[in-house]
């Protein structure tokens, strides 16, 4: 694959990296981040990950509502102001933008190019799309989107076949590093380790700037008000250096890269449909400034099944948010419940939550600060008994209920909501074709070598370290640790991490999921289970259901986890003062 890059100097013999950047971490992210990416630094590859398992039930909306769609139409937009420099420079880019329409958005980028008058040449990946034959193995009824995680040997075809820009729909993330990886350097089905290596990089990669210092636990030691978006220097063994442009915002320390990979991660074995990745065999090394050298990597077969996520329509939703000022906070709850009872009984909602937040102080100078929230959340599967039914009986209360009755805002109709889940497949039942810039088809084959079964990953919940003498002080955790947490369907993933060997020997000994379970009671009823990952100085969580139905459904106060990991490091322990 031929590039423009200039490279770090490399061992005689051995090829010169491939420099893979990312410029979008979601459907949403920093519109200019593509042509900043071209423009601050060389490049053999660009990439962009658009898709996220609420992002997919929204392109599946706009696809029911309009063949023709179903892509994200955003990445057009950024395409064509940058399209020209890209093509000009010999940077190859590849995208997941494609959505439930990968076929559609390649005709557009077609389009587009010939608009401006470029010659470009546009591969896609199909074979993702399993909505036809969702009855073989999920329940159709409501279902929106079925999409099969391929992995990165379509793209890798694509791009062999002359492709300038690859376009696919469901992959997984990392398979947007992996496939031009597998293109540059001829590696094959088998070559575990190189392919564990790029999943690796791949995933550090994946969501932009949280790699460069953005939501980073210890942000107020570095500038990251606007970090520059990261990449991979990857080698031919699979090895690979992050960084990032010269003089853009943020940070690459072996602190944000580590926050990287274990976001949305979950024990030792990181599976995927080309290789299954071993996390305890990551080595981090810091290099220089913005350097961080990942090694070590190994490799396994993958698992003899594809993930196929499922997005349905689970119905609607609405809320209310009253706002509870001065005294009697509780009473004032308690009488507005009341009020709305009828409306909630057994002919109302099938479901309705109330949660009271407790954000007033005491002789608060603004009012603002006065004021508790108190939120009421309906859902059905009939709109009309959690729309204006319920929106109607909170607004007749205005003037017949608590003192200083008031709402954040208007409540609405109800608006639907969806639900996410999973289910496996055999790799061969899944198709995966890469279609070449002239049209022709070339049918990828699954795994030839896969695992039937990995050891099942063990609950690591107590370790035999040595006690640390000498006193202790009652401190917030994250004093100690960095956190990142995230969400996986309807689980959350919750990880930790420290900057030394003995502040990781003590939270590794101290953190059981008893006392996770303690210091974050929301979680006490559910299955949490505990992975170690000495090489990272990391403990990581997996905590099952907390999110209920995924992060369409709604169904907590931060419905991604995103804080998850921030309210763990805000809560008090005793600590040794040698580790302070």
């Known amino acids: 694959m031929p590039g423009t890059a200039a490279v770090a100097s490399t061992p005689v013999g051995e090829p010169p990296p491939l420099r893979i950047g990312n410029a979008s971490g979601f459907y949403g992210d920093r519109f200019s981040a593509f042509r900043e990416m071209l423009t601050d630094g060389p490049l053999d590859v660009l990439t962009g990950d658009y898709l996220a398992e609420l992002t997919m039930l929204i392109l599946a909306r706009d696809r029911a509502k309009d063949p023709a769609l179903g892509y994200a139409k955003g990445f057009l937009r950024q395409l064509e102001g940058c399209l020209g420099l890209a093509v000009e420079r010999g940077v190859k880019i590849v995208v997941n933008a494609g959505g439930v329409n990968p076929a559609g958005l390649a005709e557009a980028v077609g389009a587009l190019a010939g608009k401006l008058g470029i010659g470009l040449a546009v591969g896609h990946v199909g074979g993702d799309d399993l909505l036809g034959r969702a009855g073989e193995f999920t329940e159709p009824a409501g279902l929106l989107a079925a999409n099969a995680y391929l992995g990165a040997f379509g793209i890798a075809e694509c791009l062999r076949g002359g492709a300038d820009l690859v376009v696919t729909g469901r992959v997984t993330d990392a398979a947007l590093v992996v496939g031009p990886a597998v293109a540059h350097f001829g590696w094959g089905r088998t070559d575990f380790d190189a392919l564990a290596g790029a999943v690796v990089a791949g995933h550090v990669l994946e969501c932009g700037a949280q790699a460069t210092g953005g939501n980073y636990a210890f942000f107020t030691e570095h500038d990251t008000r606007r970090p520059g978006f990261p990449l991979a220097e990857l080698h031919a063994d699979g090895s690979s250096v992050i960084t990032k442009h ?157 003192p200083g009755f008031h709402l954040t805002a208007p409540p609405g109709p109800g608006a639907p909501y969806g639900v996410f889940s999973s289910a496996y497949l055999p790799q061969g039942q899944v198709e995966h074709w890469a279609v070449h ?75 059981t999921t008893d006392r996770l379970k303690d210091l974050l009671p929301e979680t006490a009823g559910l299955t949490v289970t505990r992975h170690l990952l000495p090489r990272l100085l990391a403990v990581n969580f997996t905590i099952e259901g907390l999110l209920g139905e995924g992060v369409a459904a709604q169904a907590r106060f931060d419905p991604q986890a995103k804080a998850l990991g921030e309210w763990l490091r805000s809560r008090h322990l005793d600590i040794p003062e040698a580790l302070l």
């Open 246 to 402: 010269p003089g853009t915002g943020g940070a690459v320390t072996t602190g944000t890269v580590t926050a990287q990979l274990l976001y949305e991660t979950g024990g030792p074995r990181y599976l995927g449909p080309d290789v299954t990745a071993r996390l305890d065999t990551v080595r981090l090394e810091q290099q220089g400034p913005d350097r961080v050298r990942i090694s070590g990597v190994r490799g396994e077969a993958p698992p003899a099944t594809l993930k196929v996520g499922l997005n349905r329509l689970g119905g609607y939703r609405n809320e209310v948010v009253f706002v509870l000022t001065g005294l009697d906070i509780e009473a004032k709850a308690a009488m507005v419940e009341e009020q709305l009872a009828p409306v909630l009984g057994a002919d109302g909602p099938a479901e309705a939550r109330w949660t009271l937040a407790r954000t007033e102080r005491a002789d608060a100078a603004e009012e603002q600060q006065a004021s508790a929230l108190f939120q009421l959340t309906v859902r059905d599967r009939e709109q009309a008994k959690v729309g204006r039914a319920v929106s109607n009986a909170a607004v007749e209360l205005a003037l017949a209920s608590y």
């Open 437 to 511: 810039p002239d049209g022709s088809r070339h049918a990828v084959g699954p795994a030839p070598v896969t695992a039937e079964g990995h050891p099942v990953e063990q609950d690591v919940d107590s370790v035999d370290f040595p006690s640390i003498e000498g006193p202790t002080r009652r401190a917030p955790l994250g004093l100690l640790a960095g956190a990142r947490s995230g969400d996986k369907g309807g689980d959350a993933n919750l990880g930790l991490w420290t900057r030394t060997e003995p502040a990781y020997r003590w939270l590794a000994a101290t953190l």
